[in-house]
């Protein structure tokens, strides 16, 4: 059983402490090779992709950094940000549950992650990447190269960035001469520009920290639970705003009724997703703050507010990608603490506020890691995979490469059909039903196959029938034959299977 505690949030400072030991992401400008600071709570750069983009993160907390999975190489280019290299050891591969473990830590491209601008086409090829998915207050460190530049104001200040959608709009040096004087004379003029730069980092620091101290809640169709993204991010009211806490009402203001992290109460009703209230959260730790309702026109402007169910809603349509929804039950525990025991979570996939596909699945990196540990399924070569053409598997898996000759069944399509017509589908509902069903699955090298899921579209009971499916397919004869490439070598490829299911039977299965 999965626990959420949100008091052990108190003790990520001491992981913090640790991650000041090891090493920063890094960033170059004017040649010029700075330590990027990345604060408790907050995410980095590269996070906040995996927030924008709706993808979950492959960065495991163990691996290259204590907080966040991996060390990112950044520069100013044209006076914008662009992610220019990854160095990640252990990570979560984009087309599986599986970890890959180097050894030591790889240098890999943005595309290694298949990270990408989200707005902003490639300018200088897939070797570096403009960050426009980011928007914040960026802390540089010099890391001087030789004595006399550790010496200068410039090793010894700190250097701000203003980003706003990767570019750069402020860019400024504060000397430790300039900060004492901001200490003492705050309302001088001159050091008015400082001051501003200075105070929207605290106020971004600072809404992250609140972000940590309670969970998003949703009714799905009269059920309760908690609802966040699956890279557990921001809070799905702050998507609205670009993922961008200095744009929400919140840091609009300096008073303090109106500063705070905004957090959601959410409905999912007909498969559509609404936020029904708006509270800004205020305080400076887990045992002591405050919730204060705000008016949702405020957040969102008159015209967007609804009537649904008898209550005030607006329509999440900025609302894309992955998420979860864990179900379970509030309790007290040790030192009196809130603790949420998660009975089961939902994974939703969502679209403009639309839910387009839902199922009950292990919700966590470390389950997930500890099934497909399980299934003792490897594939060759993580950097080399292949994949058929099929439209709803590169949706689900991504694009790869075409193999010469495709992954196929030992003893042609009539074999591969002929197990199925005697082993149905046991559940009774499954009778008088006509549906079909798409899989997703990787054979490996040696012909092995593994990584199965279902790419085909459904909900509620049809999503039932399709994990029976599943099941069933995996416990038939896998003789399969692995693909080749040009050279005639085997290689990992993604292959489908279909099936049509009529009274229970599966029938014209077809693979590629």
């Not at 604060?39 to 993160?57: H, K, L, N």
């Not at 001469?177 to 400082?194: H, I």
């Not at 399969?480 to 599966?506: H, M, R, Y």
Request: negative net charge.
């Amino acid at each position: 059983m999965k626990r959420i505690i949100l008091s052990l949030l108190i003790l990520s400072s001491f992981a913090a402490f640790a991650q000041k030991e090891q090493d920063p992401d890094t960033l170059i400008w004017n040649n010029r090779r700075y330590a990027v600071t990345v604060e408790r709570d907050v995410p980095s750069i590269v996070m906040v992709y995996f927030q924008r983009s709706g993808s979950a993160s492959p960065f495991t907390f163990w691996s290259s950094n204590l907080g966040r999975g991996h060390i990112a190489r950044y520069e100013i280019l044209n006076n914008s940000l662009y992610l220019t290299a990854i160095e990640a050891k252990r990570f979560r591969t984009r087309a599986g549950n599986l970890w890959t473990e180097s050894g030591i830590d790889t240098l890999v491209t943005p595309s290694y992650f298949d990270i990408k601008p989200i707005e902003t086409p490639l300018e200088l090829g897939d070797e570096n990447v403009i960050a426009d998915w980011y928007s914040g207050i960026v802390e540089l460190t010099l890391l001087p190269s030789d004595k006399k530049e550790a010496k200068s104001d410039e090793a010894k200040g700190k250097r701000y960035l203003h980003v706003v959608n990767g570019k750069i709009t402020e860019n400024m040096l504060i000397s430790p001469s300039e900060q004492t004087r901001l200490e003492k004379t705050p309302q001088d003029p001159s050091t008015m520009q400082a001051t501003d730069i200075l105070s929207m980092r605290n106020r971004y620091i600072s809404y992250y920290s609140r972000c940590a101290m309670d969970r998003e809640q949703v009714d799905y169709n009269g059920h309760q639970g908690l609802f966040e993204h699956q890279s557990n991010g921001t809070t799905l009211v702050l998507e609205r705003f670009g993922n961008n806490p200095l744009r929400t009402r919140s840091n609009w203001e300096e008073t303090d009724e109106a500063c705070g992290a905004p957090f959601g109460t959410w409905i999912i009703r007909n498969d559509s997703l609404f936020v029904s209230t708006v509270s800004t959260h205020h305080g400076s730790d887990a045992y002591e703050y405050e919730k204060r309702e705000v008016e949702l026109a405020e957040y969102f402007g008159d015209d967007a507010v609804k009537m649904r169910d008898g209550k005030q809603c607006v329509f999440a349509d900025w609302i894309d990608g992955n998420y979860v929804i864990h179900y379970g039950t509030w309790e007290k525990t040790y030192m009196d603490l809130p603790t949420y025991n998660v009975s089961k979570t939902q994974k939703v996939r969502i679209k403009n506020g639309i839910i387009l596909s839902s199922d009950f699945a292990p919700s966590s990196f470390e389950e997930d890691e500890q099934e497909a540990a399980a299934s003792n399924f490897n594939i060759c070569n993580e950097s080399a995979i292949w994949s058929v053409d099929d439209r709803l598997l590169a949706e689900s898996v991504g694009s790869y490469k075409q193999p010469k000759t495709n992954p196929s069944y030992k003893g042609d399509k009539p074999t591969f059909r002929s197990w199925f017509l005697n082993h149905p589908l046991t559940d009774e509902r499954a009778k008088d039903r006509l549906f079909r069903v798409k899989l997703a699955f990787m054979v490996n090298c040696q012909g092995e196959p593994g990584r199965w899921q279902i790419i085909s579209k459904g909900k509620g009971e049809l999503m039932e029938f399709a994990t029976m499916v599943l099941d069933l397919v995996k416990t038939m004869p896998q003789n399969w034959i692995p693909a080749k490439d040009k050279k005639g070598n085997p290689v990992d490829c993604w292959q489908i299977v279909e099936f049509t299911v009529s009274n229970g039977i599966l029938t014209n299965g077809n693979y590629k």
